[in-house]
């Protein structure tokens, strides 16, 4: 998000394939200037499928199939859109995201693999699972072997296909339930011969293999349809089946076929450079990707060996050099069949061979493999200068990186001495009309009878999805309005674009107004003008406006009164999250977390809360700085209950890590002084995290705080009663 080179070309990868995350990868240790790199993919992580059968026999836990395409577009500096590519506006040269504006490029490689789903199967839409994508039937998979395990699903599996995948499939299936019930059981259907795809002493091995499983093999049979309990196949047999799992063949994701690209079966046809044959700017690799110049069948060797070739590609292509690479794949490869247990079979062309240790090897294959993922090269810093101002290698030491999002505020010791002095400069002729002043979470204006409020703020980015960024950072704008009880009215835009060439301007521009104007129709806000500008990097501001109903006076943080119940919606740890995923050590699954929770719309929880006497949302100085701010206004004190806060996933277990914001020592030297029975562990260290976009905290009677909490669980908002006003001086009390 920080380059010295202007931006001038969009590479685009649809896709978290093998072949695009070794791309990734690679460009990550020598990215291409002027470049911006963004990966499409409907989830933060994808796995790896040389695995897959090790994960189903219970050999390796979850996490380690998964590639972090978090962590990796994070290395690679690249954006990632967790969303679903559906099209290909190819006279535009936009990628079509569900649920999104679309994506804009001038280079585009498509790596979105297959689906083993059946065509034409009735039911199994609604009751069977593809074993392609790896992703839903992993976690189907888990799911089943617990409830098999509890007794509330019986061990009935049927696999649809006879070919390597779905035999290698079954041995593992029924390896894993063997050792959670007494007597698991596996049937293959094929509607053809089975295992014809390789050698016949590769076959006889896993035939052999299969019986002395208990695996039941139906071959040349017509499946009917497919039942939440059953299979159904010709001549009105029923097979029980509490999972039915497709693993035949592989098909081409459907909307490929509108794309207007030269297809072969509905996958893409490419040349020797991986290019499209009737699209230069589009490539595509990995089971997508129909080799033209040299056939061969569906398999992940290939990904992995075209991968240099694309990258190299790629980069020709966005430079504008005429001369490619050419991808010649292998003829044969080596194919190495897990066997449910700690064995495999090799398979090659006619030979099929089980030995001792083959397993064993398969697996270094594989970890070596993912090895690549788990540990990215550390890419040299540039050196400091050899003669700094003193202070500076204090500072750098402290605080080696600012991270995005309100964890860039200035620390709340230094703006409270700030806005002091202006109070004291102004506390003469104040305006009457000026309702509120610096210190509250907007201000507030008497005009013409009715009270307007006002608030601003600005993010410096976290994410290199322009989108998703000005989504959280026009409803971390409207959370000072909505804390106030008012309506959002108008809003000003402020744009700080990092260098770049004008049609990226022009494609960065339409994502921000594209997330902004969504949140703002829904606030029932109007956008009414803004100041854009080049800078260092992505910054977004928002300057809000809002109304009161008649009547009413804003709600404020001045109003708590002894007694009431203090009520937080939401969940803390952004700002770990955030600063340990700019550092490149967070789970891709918690970052992905904590991105949902800020873009979560608040509107429903500030309208649930609108009875409260005072009310903040939680924002950059964290729960201790908003809360003791609370407590000062109030004149009261406050009891917190720590084992009541809500917290985000993973945000805990990297406190404990050692990772914290760059405000977080800012925000805990300002208000731990005033915290009473806080101690030095990692669980009350939550209490200084600032948050981005966060929740509302609110201080309310006890009866209309319960009939909150009761209106907030029926419409399913998170929200929790964490502590109590209290009759004392302002400070919070621990227990």
Not at 268 to 295: E, Q, W, Y
Not at 416 to 438: E, F, M, T
């Amino acid at each position: 998000m920080n380059s010295n080179f202007p931006l001038t070309r969009d590479l685009v990868l649809i896709g978290g394939g093998h072949a695009h995350a070794l791309v990734l990868r690679k460009w990550g240790m020598n990215p291409l200037p002027g470049a911006r790199l963004t990966l499409i993919d409907p989830n933060p992580k994808a796995p790896y499928t040389g695995m897959l059968p090790g994960h189903i026999a219970g050999h390796y836990p979850r996490a380690t199939l998964d590639i972090d395409l978090g962590r990796l577009a994070r290395f690679a500096e690249a954006r990632l859109i967790v969303g679903s590519a559906v099209g290909v506006d190819r006279a535009a040269r936009r990628v079509q995201v569900e649920g999104r504006p679309d994506i804009a490029y001038d280079v585009l490689s498509i790596d979105v693999g297959i689906t083993s789903a059946p065509a034409k199967i009735p039911g199994f839409d609604s009751h069977g699972i593809a074993a392609k994508p790896l992703g839903p039937f992993a976690d189907r998979w888990q799911n089943f072997v617990e409830a098999v395990q509890a007794g509330s699903a019986s061990p009935d599996c049927v696999i649809l296909g006879g070919g390597v995948a779905g035999v290698e499939l079954a041995l593992a299936m029924q390896y894993r339930l063997s050792h959670v019930t007494a007597a698991p059981r596996v049937h293959v259907i094929d509607t053809k011969r089975a295992l014809t795809g390789v050698a016949p002493a590769t076959a006889r091995i896993l035939r052999a293999r299969m019986r002395k499983a208990g695996i039941s093999l139906s071959e040349d049979a017509e499946i009917i349809k497919v039942a939440f309990d059953s299979v159904e196949i010709a001549n009105g047999i029923a097979i029980p089946s509490s999972l039915t799992v497709a693993a035949a063949g592989a098909r081409p994701w459907p909307w490929l076929a509108d794309t207007g690209l030269d297809l072969t079966e509905g996958f893409i046809t490419v040349g020797p450079d991986l290019r499209s044959r009737n699209d230069p700017a589009i490539f595509a690799a990995g089971d997508c990707a129909h080799f033209a110049h040299a056939p061969r069948p569906k398999a992940g060797v290939y990904a992995v060996r075209a991968a240099p070739i694309l990258h190299d590609n790629l980069r020709a292509a966005l430079t504008d050099q005429t001369q490619t690479r050419r991808f010649k794949p292998q003829k044969r490869y080596l194919k190495l069949v897990s066997l449910g247990v700690r064995a495999a079979v090799a398979d090659r062309g006619a030979l099929g061979l089980s030995l001792p240790g083959l397993w064993h090897w398969k697996d270094r294959i594989d970890q070596r493999f993912m090895q690549k993922f788990h540990d990215f090269p550390t890419m040299p810093t540039p050196p400091l200068p050899r003669e700094m101002a003193t202070g500076v290698a204090q500072e750098l030491a402290h605080h080696p990186m600012i991270c995005g999002g309100c964890g860039a505020k200035v620390g709340p010791g230094a703006l409270h001495a700030a806005l002091d002095n202006a109070r004291a400069a102004h506390s003469k002729g104040q305006r009457a009309d000026v309702l509120i002043r610096p210190g509250d979470d907007a201000g507030a204006l008497s005009i013409g009878g009715q009270v307007q409020v006002i608030s601003t703020d600005h993010l410096r980015a976290f994410t290199a999805d322009p989108w998703l960024m000005a989504r959280i950072t026009a409803l971390h704008a409207l959370g000072d309005i909505w804390a106030m009880g008012a309506a959002p009215q108008a809003v000003l835009i402020n744009i700080v674009l990092p260098r770049m060439s004008d049609p990226l301007q022009a494609r960065t521009l339409a994502e921000i107004m594209s997330g902004t104007q969504d949140v703002m129709t829904d606030a029932g806000a109007e956008i009414i003008g803004g100041h854009t500008t080049q800078g260092a990097e992505l910054t977004i501001g928002c300057t809000v406006t809002g109304l009161m109903e008649p009547g009413r006076v804003p709600i404020g943080i001045g109003g708590a009164r002894p007694g009431d119940r203090l009520i937080m919606t939401g969940a803390l740890g952004t700002g770990v999250i955030l600063a340990a995923d700019m550092a490149g050590k967070a789970d891709g699954d918690v970052v992905r977390g904590a991105l949902d929770h800020m873009a979560t719309n608040p509107k429903r929880a500030a309208q649930s809360l609108i009875s409260a006497h005072a009310m903040t949302d939680v924002t950059g100085f964290g729960l201790a700085g908003h809360l003791l701010a609370i407590c000062r206004a109030s004149g009261c004190g406050a009891t917190l209950d720590m084992s009541a806060l809500p917290l985000l996933e993973g945000a805990q277990l990297l406190l404990e890590a050692g990772h914290s914001s760059s405000l977080h020592s800012a925000n805990k030297a300002y208000s731990g002084p005033h915290i009473h029975g806080l101690g030095n562990d990692a669980q009350s260290e939550i209490l200084f995290d600032p948050q981005t976009a966060g929740g509302f905290l609110a201080a309310l009677a006890p009866k209309d705080a319960e009939s909150a909490l009761a209106h907030l669980s029926e419409i399913g908002i998170p929200a929790t009663e964490i502590g109590t006003i209290d009759d004392a001086p302002s400070r919070i009390t621990l227990r």
